[in-house]
């Protein structure tokens, strides 16, 4: 199973059962197959207004199998693959009742990617906490066992799970001698065993884990608890104002606050709300929870959901306070520096963006695959690069040698038949700094910016003959061009390791020196 | 200025299913370097070649202005460079008015489509759809041409039949012209078991994809004996565009081929096709539309396509011997390859296939859902 987008196809199956609209689900009856290469093979039972999806290998049964490999799959499910055009290409395809299968586009709501990035801390406190409600009390009749998790390191902390009469019950600490000890050194690997990005077996032979007690019971683990999955949410507006104040201090500028020494206070109403009131002194802020008996200024906001709009950007202040959902008491003054007293408020991620109204949006990606064949003398460019040469071909009349190599020489009209090793160090001619990031064709990529893109007459060239590439990012402050006979700065090429025919075979180039 | 252009010299690559070994620069240069070696023609300011019409599909190359990639291999820098992008028959059409209007006296015309390179012919035709009100009801040249095929079918009572005659006749024709796509051999049957695209159009009736690259020269009248001893004359050109979408016409109608066809005709002096015109080149993507545009010529009684299959209109009237478009020519390209084997016909030079006596020959071809739009040309030796 392998990951994309930082999602894999079993993530999408787990959360189905969160995901789960009974509106969309209204008179189905039928079970739906998944056939994903490389992941597994799941079984969806729709029955009206109940689900259940499993992982089998027999999906005898299915009024529909839905065939695809897990990027296509998963790309289609998080909408980084265009469903009509991997359906059309038969990147996706479906067999049997087509139909009834096109009900489940409306039975799930959208699968959403975990957006908080979670720390080795973050999965520990969710795997313990969620330990209880995964307990499977068939898997665990008859026992009356004490099971120990000592995990070390960041994150860690040591639990013991009571197993009783088909109850489990969760205490931090741990007895005089627990049935079983779990002894993990880092808990970076426990998070990885329970993620499957590890097996235990290995951590346990590299004695970065041990056993103490029992060890059959540790080996029965995965019957007693149902498997971990992280949790996946989507930001409602109570997380996104415990955010908002959560950060409000490190959002603090200093310099927009300078002499001020204000109260203020944020009282937030409706589902979500709460009150806050940050305090301003001496260039310091600090937040505190409720309000003094009389803030210097006070945001009032009927509504939670509309202050968080405004913090995102989706409306502005100003229309909440004329339609009257939002006031301000005490210093008007100080609510319109908050802009300056505090840096933007930016959401955990980007991928929440706000949704604006338009009239009329075309969601279809314009795309159909290509793949091109490069002919004898492109061919013969690209292989050379995998040897850490620059070849390419001169001109029998006029001399030119152009790069990269091409079928003619178009001045003279005729092929140009002479091959020769150019480069590969040379000197810049013109570099352009750019400061946004256009993605590579190629992989969809982008890249860091600000970037210099380059144009490097190679050693052997002549004239207007440059080759295109990019400069190491740390040095294209230190980058002069040349021009006529003045030289620019020497530079090579920065070979990659992996090279497979194509201009990223050469990193970049850097300064020769 | 005399009122016809002179057709010196056509040069191609063979059909082929994908051309895995070339890159579409190296399939035309292959052909401009045919045209050179035939014509000797120079690019001299005054003497040579100023200006270039090339014709090719932004889809297709996946850049945008897809003739960007391909002026070196034409010859065309600094030279002017207009591109078709539209059906290779309109850039006879174009280069003709440059030379009557007599801006230029010599054009180089070059073609190519490597349809082999996307991964989905019908998804680049998806596209050629409104993006609100067809492209989301799945529209693509395929479907859509099932579409007329049921109307058309009807009307002139072609029946399955018929469409397989045509395709085995295709295929056979195709053995004699060595420049086409190699395809199997079929029969009826097999043309009548091949699986359904999209009722009534089967597999064996839709042209397959192809890759192919074309180049012409063509000049004014006092200049074609510089390049070539035989030139062949193109004396007529109509064209006409029916509307895009497709609920506002008659499917079945031919009004755009008609009125092309008749343009066409009035230019070159043509009262009756019928007796005037010794072959014909028509642009069949689907079987069907060989007899629909044998009806829309005028060699084919209107409503009656399906009869004149089993006449032996096909044969009487010379029509497709190289093949057709129904064997394999890209999109955009099949109203170059019909003129071109014209071409080969009027001189002499088909081959195999010859058809004696040739004096005058039309080639037409269509583009854009159903046939949206026509075009026809004349050619005389
Ligand atoms: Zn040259």
Redesign the pocket.
């Known amino acids: 199973m392998t990951e994309y987008w930082g999602v894999k196809a079993e993530d999408i199956f787990n959360t189905m059962k969160d995901r789960f609209r009974v509106e969309g689900a209204k008179g189905v009856d039928a079970v739906f197959g998944y056939d994903i290469e490389g992941a597994g093979k799941w079984k969806l039972t729709v029955k009206n207004d109940s689900m259940e999806v499993e992982k089998t290998d027999d999906l005898s049964g299915c009024v529909t199998i839905m065939k695809a490999n897990e990027e296509n799959f998963i790309g289609v499910n998080i909408g980084k693959v265009d469903a009509t055009n991997a359906f059309m290409s038969g990147k996706v395809k479906l067999e049997g009742d087509m139909g009834t299968f096109g009900k489940t586009t409306k039975m799930f709501k959208k699968y959403v990617p975990a957006k908080k990035v979670m720390g080795t801390g973050d999965y520990i406190q969710d795997m313990f906490s969620t330990l209880v409600a995964r307990f499977q009390p068939q898997g665990a009749s008859g026992l009356d066992v004490s099971i120990t998790y000592n995990i070390g390191g960041e994150g860690g902390g040591v639990w013991t799970a009571y197993i009783k009469d088909g109850k489990c019950e969760l205490k931090t600490g741990q007895p005089d001698k627990p049935t079983t000890k779990l002894n993990v050194n880092e808990a970076k690997d426990w998070v990885d065993v329970m993620l499957g990005k590890t097996d235990p077996f290995s951590l346990l032979s590299a004695g970065r884990a041990s056993i103490e007690g029992k060890t059959e019971i540790a080996l029965k683990l995965g019957e007693i608890f149902a498997k971990y999955a992280p949790k996946i949410k989507e930001f409602t507006t109570k997380d996104y104002i415990l955010d908002m104040f959560g950060t409000l201090v490190q959002r603090f500028q200093p310099k927009g606050a300078a002499d001020l020494d204000a109260t203020i206070t944020y009282d937030i109403g409706g589902e979500g709300g709460g009150k806050w009131t940050a305090y301003i002194k001496d260039g310091k802020c600090e937040l505190k929870e409720g309000q003094p008996e009389k803030p210097t200024t006070k945001l009032c906001v009927n509504e939670a959901k509309d202050w968080v709009d405004v913090m995102l950007g989706k409306t502005d202040p100003f229309s909440l306070l004329s339609a009257g959902r939002a006031s301000i008491e005490g210093q008007t003054a100080i609510a319109l520096k908050l802009g300056e007293i505090f840096s933007k408020y930016i959401p955990p991620s980007s991928g929440g963006e706000a949704e604006k109204e338009e009239l009329l949006v075309l969601k279809k990606t314009i795309s159909v695959n290509q793949r091109f064949a490069t002919g004898p003398i492109m061919g013969r460019f690209l292989n050379a690069l995998k040897e850490k040469k620059i070849f390419t071909n001169k001109?029998?009349?006029?001399?030119?040698v152009h790069l990269p190599a091409r079928e003619v020489?178009?001045?003279?009209r005729?092929p140009?038949t002479e091959w020769l090793e150019v480069g590969p160090k040379g000197q810049v001619r013109y570099m352009e700094y750019v400061y946004f990031s256009s993605p590579d064709p190629l992989t969809g990529e982008t890249r860091e910016t600000p970037y210099g893109m380059l144009n490097i007459l190679l050693d052997g060239c002549i004239g207007n003959d440059t080759f295109a590439h990019l400069v190491r990012r740390d040095q294209i402050n230190l980058i002069k061009n040349g021009r006529n006979d003045v030289a620019g700065t020497r530079v090579r090429p920065v070979w990659n390791e992996k090279r497979v025919g194509s201009i990223f075979d050469i990193k970049y180039f850097e300064i020769d020196e | 200025m005399s009122n016809r252009v002179a057709l010196c010299a056509v040069a191609q690559i063979k059909n082929e299913n994908d051309a895995w070994h070339a890159r579409f620069q190296n399939m035309l240069h292959e052909c401009f370097e045919s045209i050179m070696t035939q014509t000797k023609v120079s690019f001299d300011m005054d003497k040579g070649i100023r200006n270039i019409i090339t014709c090719s599909d932004d889809m297709f190359d996946a850049r945008t202005i897809s003739n960007n990639g391909i002026t070196d291999v034409v010859g065309a820098q600094f030279r002017g460079e207009e591109k078709m992008s539209q059906e290779s028959i309109n850039g006879l059409g174009y280069a003709m008015s440059c030379i009557m209007s007599g801006h230029d006296d010599v054009i180089l015309f070059m073609g190519h489509c490597k349809e082999s390179q996307g991964e989905s012919r019908r998804m680049v035709t998806n596209l050629t759809f409104d993006p609100f009100y067809c492209r989301p009801i799945g529209m693509d040249h395929l479907n859509v041409s099932a579409m007329q095929a049921r109307a058309y079918m009807k009307k002139s009572g072609v029946s399955e039949e018929h469409l397989a005659k045509i395709v085995v006749r295709s295929r056979k024709n195709s053995k004699k012209n060595p420049n086409a796509r190699d395809n199997k051999m079929v029969d009826e049957k097999e043309v009548m078991n091949s699986p359904l695209l999209a009722d009534p159009i089967r597999e064996l009736h839709y042209y397959p994809v192809t890759d192919w690259a074309y180049g012409m020269l063509l000049c004014t009248e006092e200049r074609a004996r510089e390049f070539t001893d035989n030139p062949i004359w193109i004396t007529g050109y109509g064209s006409c565009m029916d509307s895009y979408f497709l609920g506002d016409k008659d499917l079945a109608s031919n009004f755009s081929l008609k009125n092309a066809s008749s343009r066409a005709y009035k230019m070159a002096g043509i009262k009756d096709p019928k007796k005037e015109i010794n072959l014909f080149e028509l642009s069949d993507q689907s079987a069907y539309q060989l007899p629909m545009w044998a009806e829309g010529v005028g060699i084919a009684d209107e409503g009656k396509g399906g009869k004149w299959i089993e006449d032996g209109g096909m044969d009487k009237y010379n029509v497709n011997l190289s093949g057709g478009m129904l064997n394999g020519n890209p999109l955009l390209l099949g109203g170059a390859a019909r003129a071109i084997e014209c071409f080969l016909q009027l001189r002499g030079e088909a081959g195999e296939r010859q058809v004696k006596g040739v004096k005058k020959a039309l080639a037409q071809a269509s583009y854009g859902p159903a046939a949206q739009h026509q075009a026809v040309v004349i050619m005389e030796k």
Request: net charge positive; proline share 8%; charged share 25%.
């Open positions: 001109c029998p009349k006029c001399g030119r020489c178009a001045e003279c005729i140009a």
